[in-house]
């Protein structure tokens, strides 16, 4: 940590693949998902055939933190898209597989404890998470995440999951496209945990994003805000360095979430910046269910120009919030 020095470097995978899954550690043990690069047996799926059949991720490996050496990997019958590994804290994880399922597995082996829920048939590129009341959190489409809705009118569901066994304690549809990850906290006028969920059907000119916000128990909805809409063909920020971005050998799109992930501060009020480039504080500070966004006791928004991605989250400290869009920090001190 000191010097930067290279400790160690393991090769997981066998390809490059178009999601963006986020290595993770826990009791010395550093856990991600890469592409093995055998063929694919999931053809009902078209989003795994974007790039051949290497678009999506289908094996999550441990390694050993200290050496790098690999520990265990596991299959999951359904490949990851953005996979990211929520820790429990009890020597066992949770993650998502692209169809919503939820899987809590062994940290020091990988073995599976249970599996339950999903859509089979479906995709989407946000992943679950855990709250700290013991309950797990995971979003799912009814298609393919491109505005295909159920025979309900629903484009997909947030589910809870009761992290000892599995059992679902509810589900709520959304109007729009859940491709994101839930966050669980305190909300501004709201009792116990509330689960915040950024949603909306992203690189679609036209197509608004929202935020929702439920009780974390029971699912009853809080409040929703109604975002902006994408404004052109592309998310802000993403034809303006697509050549900048070619020239130094990286993907010239980002293509991203609806919304980066959410963050919530110790006074209930929640940060998300979207595709659009807009940068929120929000709070339902009335009460009334409903985020204004004309009303600065209730939401206030930076404009960057630049999308934020659905890897990258607010870092909140004491007197200090920091937020990355897809081309630079941004840094607020009080």
Known sequence: M?????????????????????????????IVASNSGHPSPHAFN?????????????????????SGSILWSFTPSLPVWNFAASFAGDGTYVFQDLSGAVHRSFVNNGSLIWKAGGNPGSWTDGHSTIGLNGIVYSVANYGMGMKILSPGG????????????????????????????PV??????QNGYSVVLPAGQQCVKGQQIV????DASTGEPQWTFEGPSQVGNDVAGDAEGELARIANGIRGKTAPNPWGQAAIDKDGTVFVGGETGHFFSLRDADG???????????????????????????AIAPGLLA????????????
């Open 46 to 66: 078209p989003m795994l055939f974007v790039s051949g059949d290497k678009a999506a991720d289908d094996t999550i490996t441990g390694l050993n933190a200290s």
């Open 154 to 181: 629903a484009a997909g569901v947030l589910s809870a999951f009761r992290l000892d066994d599995g059992k679902l304690l509810w589900s709520r549809n959304t109007a729009k496209p859940p491709n994101d990850v």
């Open 288 to 314: 009334d269910g409903r985020v204004n966004a004309q009303d600065i006791n209730e939401a206030s928004v930076f404009e960057t120009g630049a999308a934020f991605v659905g890897s990258s989250s607010p």
């Open 211 to 214: 935020v929702y916000a439920f």
């Open 323 to 334: 937020a990355a869009a897809q081309d630079r920090l941004h840094v607020w001190r009080w």
């Open 2 to 30: 000191e010097t930067g020095k290279e400790l160690w470097s393991t090769v997981v995978g066998a390809s490059k693949t178009l999601n963006f899954g986020q290595a993770a550690a826990h009791d010395e043990v550093v």
């Open 184 to 189: 669980v906290g305190h909300l501004h006028g």
